[in-house]
T-cell receptor, first 114, second 114 residues
């Protein structure tokens, strides 16, 4: 069974600074996708970024980037130039492509201080 | 507009009274899933479906039933709800094989069982 661990229940960052959220996972599968989702107070789940396991290049979406270390099974999210609107719960998620199963971490609550 | 809809959005019910939460997507997606979200526990997958008439158990299937008679609909059935099923429920869909498996989430259904 796959597991996803987010070791930081809460993080805070000063506006305009950079913050990194950690995620580790465990799997025996070779083909999978990893995601970061954002959940603001509205509770809507919003995709932040995705990474295909077969790609060595780290994914980047504007101010959001990942550090994907496949051998170490690590998938951290870096948010640059943090904005007040980045304040939310962030979930790391694993999706195995051989089946429809997905596994989420317990989440990291990010606070952005003005 | 491409979307996943859930109904009802809020529901308060009593122990043992059967209920159904509907989920519908208009994107012709192959895969659909149900999750529950509890404080501190992230999202846990209840059931998933990779095609019409094909459903599989997720990590927490006890006390739930699902059906997939049509591609667009994936209702969640609680035949005899109990207080420990009080939670926030999300339905999600993704295109399936050959896609990037990005999940599109519904707005959530907050269920309270008294």
């Amino acid at each position: 069974a796959q597991t996803v661990t987010q070791s930081q229940p809460e993080m805070s960052v000063q506006e305009a600074e950079t913050v990194t959220l950690s995620c580790t996972y465990d799997t025996s599968e070779s083909d999978y996708y990893l995601f970061w989702y954002k959940q603001p107070p509205s509770r809507q789940m919003i995709l932040v970024i995705r990474q295909e396991a077969y790609k060595q290049q780290n994914a980047t979406e504007n101010r959001f980037s990942v550090n994907f270390q496949k051998a170490a099974k690590s998938f951290s999210l870096k948010i640059s130039d943090s904005q007040l609107g980045d304040a939310a719960m962030y979930f790391c998620a694993y999706y195995g492509t051989n089946a429809g199963k997905s596994t989420f971490g317990d989440g990291t609550t990010l606070t952005v201080k003005p | 507009e491409a979307q996943v809809t859930q109904n009802p959005r809020y529901l308060i019910t009593v122990t043992g009274k059967k209920l159904t939460v509907t989920c519908s997507q208009n994107m012709n997606h192959e895969y659909m899933s149900w999750y529950r979200q509890d404080p501190g526990l992230g999202l846990r997958q209840i059931y998933y479906s990779m095609n019409v008439e094909v459903t599989d158990k997720g990590d927490v299937p006890e006390g739930y039933k699902v059906s997939r008679k049509e591609k667009r609909n994936f209702p969640l059935i609680l035949e005899s709800p109990s207080p420990n099923q009080t939670s926030l429920y999300f339905c999600a869909s993704n295109p399936g094989q050959g896609s990037t498996y990005e999940q599109y989430f519904g707005p959530g259904t907050r269920l309270t069982v008294t």
